[in-house]
């Protein structure tokens, strides 16, 4: 059994090409988990190991995170390499909620981009403990103190440099380490040979100054250094365990610096994995307990303890389903038991693994802190599993809703059958990718976050299952809803032949300001019997389900009955959920309806000789540009957009500005559309209607 | 309520150059110690500018666009939460739509720069000014010239500007009409100059009219110490 101190598990997020899987690809090659190094898209033709699925290689982003494992200095690292496009950031937030610590990766040229703001967001939504490491430190432009400038005004962290770079650009050597005062040198083909030696005479003045600043921002964690410092002599040890209980308590940020392509910083980078990171029993993670509604309870991270495991993420492997879990308590031992704390369904371990991207390795016994792979379990991302003794489940993780959705439709029969599997595949691994056939179209339809992302998974169908599609074109997720209250007073009454039907229900609609949908009974004497208030809870939901402007879904509406009338023998539960739709639908007309459309949070980076043409392109597509931030010769111009004015801004922003800007956009809210474009859906759904 | 009572009863109307008077450009001042409600002041006189129906770009030197937002966002709900106002949530929409955040590093502002951005803003047909507020302006190191250069562009595009400038207990130094350092010597180019005084008693905060060439504000304002709004004097 490992020793619990000495393992770490990070995540290693940042922006899209500030080279993280090349810095993954070189902690595996020091580590000697692999003996040659790849590039990300290597000539070679191999790409990074960590780049398992055939399309990130093609594309060179990493999409799917793939799991590893590592050992350095004694320490075993477990290190799931997250993806860059804020697309797939379901991923990101997954890896986030396992792991321990992270490592902020940074482009020494690009340094903090609109998705490092996203990524360093969501790292303090899950209090993950973080180091940054500034890399690309050998490209032109290479500027590192600009980069901690940034990580501080932009990141509003306390980040403070413990290294230094000993030349930059295409003279960088190696870095100067501020807490043990030494200059080190990677050397040899690889950078494998590490040579130390007393600091350069040129940058001694720079690196003494720095070293104060570092132990300044360090004393604020300890008063034993402080004092130390006071006497002049703080040692190695203190200041190690000074930044160590800053970057723990999230209050300071140690940032290192090199270049993965270069193969310079990597080995001080993992000291300062082990060094500054938290081991497991070092966070406090959480559990609900299910028999105490869901009450928020301590795990203690103990060996010997109930098993306490947590799925976050599924794959579907060459050998079948493959479940990532993160163990949280306990041990679990191949040929044991365990239980599906959501469906109560018992499970033997059968094949015990630990991943290495898409290798792997068999182990027998997986301990509290470890994150293992298992074969054949079925189960959804987000499960916990326990041994039984337990009725735990670890925290739900946050899952946005999705914003866009294609029709897919298989080119042929095979095709079909091979959609269906992979999607069954999809939704299981993705939250946040959703999928159902439109009973009136008869047609596939595929939900997600962007258009990026729907479209990596009609990839994915078509490379990993053969599934051939035809796709229709994105469609937004548009919503209905009222602007004020509408009264209803309706009848249903069928007298027809059989049994009749009777019922009236009166009341009103109204906007509900936060939450999708509230029922509320304001019956008194009886005038609708008890059995039936349900019932018209039931029908007004129906109702709901499809506006009468366009047919789209109708939110943020409370329901009011506070009259009606029954009929002792026709009155039945069809009945008033009939008159509670016919109500509705009355009251409806009365409410004012608008359309509401999803308004995506866009943040557009780039030169600034290029903000008023961005600003221009935002406006034509119905956007409001909040404001600009301006930095030398660069601005962040934020906006928010209707996402159905966003399809193709990609390309057009590329061509506008010679490839220089770029973008990245999130949901933000539904608001309601202006009347002309109103107008225009109306005619629209109409028309489509009528085809019908 | 609607939004023109709303309009008609917010006591910053005496200071802010309002509709009937709006003809023409002008400069404004609000001087204050450090912490006495400086940039709520600017974005009061920014909303009620927006409510008057007018565009307002908002300047934050140093500061960054999400605080300079939530400003607003307070300012506005604290506005509202005080009269019964149907449909806050349009008046806000439209008010966000007339609004526009400029951020800069202090290095990087000037006269020249403002200029390119309003020009690229009107240009693009996304904002034409009909107000300014620059918070974060440093006036240690303002040369009178680079004032006579704003109050030119101000002139040009005929709009009002509004800036803030931190006073400091220990620099006794004022012009004649009692605006203290380090705007004392450039007070001429302001039309209106207001400062922020805290006042012992009350503990409220004194809104001190020392300078005012556009004939408004007669009453006696102050602000309150918690949500920094503008009330009529106790």
């Keep these: 059994m490992k020793d619990l101190v000495k393992v770490r598990n990070i995540g290693i997020s940042a922006h899209i090409d500030s080279g993280k899987t090349t810095l993954t690809e070189r902690i595996l090659y020091f580590t000697k988990r692999i003996h040659t190094v790849h590039e990300v898209r290597g000539k070679d033709g191999v790409g990074a190991t960590m780049d398992s699925m055939e399309l990130e290689r093609e594309r060179g982003i990493t999409i799917a995170s793939a799991a590893t494992y590592c050992n350095w200095n004694g320490h075993s690292i477990n290190i799931i390499d997250t993806p860059g496009h804020v697309d797939f950031t379901i991923e990101v937030e997954r890896a986030l909620r396992v792991l321990d610590g992270a490592v902020l990766v940074l482009c020494s040229v690009g340094g903090v981009q609109s998705q490092s703001i996203t990524v360093n967001r969501q790292m303090t939504r899950y209090r993950v403990p973080r180091i940054a490491f500034i890399n690309k430190c050998d490209r032109t432009g290479a500027n590192p103190q600009r980069v901690i400038r940034q990580l501080r005004d932009k990141l509003s962290l306390n980040a403070v440099a413990i290294q230094l770079p000993i030349g930059l650009e295409a003279d960088l050597r190696g870095v100067v380490d501020l807490v043990r005062m030494k200059a080190i040198y990677f050397e040899g083909a690889n950078g494998d040979e590490i040579r130390e030696t007393e600091i350069p005479a040129n940058l001694r003045a720079a690196a003494e100054e720095q070293r104060e600043i570092m132990l300044d921002a360090a004393s604020m964690f300890s008063d034993e250094l402080m004092e130390a410092m006071l006497e002049g002599s703080p040692s190695e040890e203190m200041i190690c365990a000074a930044i160590r209980r800053g970057t723990l308590s999230l209050e300071l940020t140690p940032v290192m610096m090199g270049s993965a392509y270069k193969n310079k910083g990597i080995q001080t980078m993992l000291d300062g994995v082990t060094d500054y990171l938290p081991a497991p029993l070092d966070v406090t993670n959480y559990a609900l307990d299910l028999d105490q509604s869901e009450a928020e309870v301590a795990v203690i991270g103990d060996p010997q303890g109930p098993l306490l495991a947590l799925a976050f993420k599924l794959e579907d492997g060459r050998y079948g389903q493959l479940t990532y879990l993160r163990t949280y308590q306990g041990t679990m031992k191949k040929g044991d038991f365990i239980v599906n704390a959501r469906t109560g369904k018992k499970i033997k371990v059968g094949r015990l693994v630990r991943m290495h991207s898409d290798q792997m390795e068999d182990i027998d016994v997986s301990g509290a802190g470890d994150i293992v792979a298992l074969f054949g379990v079925d189960c959804a991302t987000g499960d916990t599993f326990t041994d039984g003794t337990l009725n735990y489940s670890m925290s739900s993780m946050h899952v946005p809703n999705p914003v866009i959705s294609l029709a897919i439709k298989p ?199 290029f903000q008023g043409a961005v600003m221009g392109s935002i406006n034509q597509r119905r956007g409001i540009v909040i404001g600009t931030t301006e930095e030398e010769n660069y601005t962040v111009i934020e906006a928010e957009v209707p996402l159905s004015e966003m399809f193709g801004y990609s390309t057009y922003l590329r061509s506008m500005t010679q490839g220089k800007a770029e973008f990245t956009m999130e949901f933000a809210a539904y608001r309601s559309v202006p009347k002309s474009v109103s107008e225009q859906l109306i005619a629209e759904a109409k028309k489509e209607k009528e085809k019908k | 309520m609607s939004k023109q009572e709303l309009i008609a009863k917010n006591p910053i109307r005496q200071l802010n150059f309002g509709v009937e008077s709006a003809s023409g450009s002008r400069m404004g001042l609000v001087m204050a110690r450090a912490g006495l409600g400086k940039t709520a002041m600017l974005v009061q006189i920014a909303l009620d500018s927006l409510l008057n129906g007018r565009q307002v770009v908002h300047v934050g030197i140093g500061q960054s666009l999400e605080k300079t937002r939530i400003w607003y966002d307070d300012i506005f709900k604290d506005i509202v939460a005080g009269c019964k106002i149907c449909n806050p949530y349009a008046i806000y929409d439209e008010i966000m739509r007339n609004r526009m955040i400029m951020t800069f590093k202090a290095t990087a502002f000037t006269r020249s720069r403002l200029e390119e951005r309003l020009n690229d803003l009107v240009y693009q047909n996304v904002i034409r000014p009909g107000c300014i507020v620059v918070d974060g302006y440093d006036f240690t190191v303002v040369a009178p010239e680079t004032l006579s250069d704003l109050r030119e562009l101000a002139q040009v595009m005929d709009v009002q500007i509004w800036f803030s400038a931190i006073s400091h207990r220990g620099d006794e130094r004022t012009s004649p009409e009692g605006v203290p350092a380090p705007c004392h010597e450039v007070a001429d180019f302001f039309d209106t100059v207001v400062l922020l005084q805290p006042d012992v008693e009350s503990a409220w905060v004194d809104l001190k009219i020392i300078k005012d060439n556009t004939g408004g504000a007669s009453d006696r304002l102050q602000l309150d110490p918690i949500t920094f709004m503008v009330k009529e004097g106790l």
């Design chain 1, 411 to 609: 080119v042929d029969n095979k095709a079909q059958i091979s959609m269906s599997k992979a999607l069954s595949r999809f939704t299981k691994e993705d939250p946040t990718f959703k999928t159902f056939v439109d009973v009136e179209t008869n047609e596939t339809i595929i939900s997600g976050m962007g258009e990026l992302h729907l479209e990596v998974y009609v990839e994915r169908m078509k490379r990993e299952y053969s599934a051939v599609v035809e796709v229709g074109a994105p469609q937004v997720a548009y919503r209905e809803t009222i602007t004020q209250r509408g009264d209803f007073n309706y009848t249903h009454k069928k007298q027809t032949g059989g049994a009749g039907q009777f019922g009236r229900v009166a009341g009103f609609v109204e906007p509900l300001e936060e939450g999708e949908y509230e029922f509320v009974d304001k019956i008194v004497g009886g005038s609708i019997p008890r059995e039936f208030i349900g019932s018209c809870d039931k029908g007004f939901q129906k109702a709901k389900v499809k506006g009468s402007l366009i047919g789209a879904p109708i939110t943020r509406v409370r329901c009011v009955i506070n009259d009606g009338a029954a009929h002792a023998v026709d009155s039945s539960d069809i009945a008033f959920q009939q008159a509670a739709i016919g109500a509705f639908r009355e009251g409806y007309l009365k409410a004012k309806p608008v359309i509401m459309e999803p308004i995506m949070k866009v943040a557009v980076e780039g030169p600034t000789e």
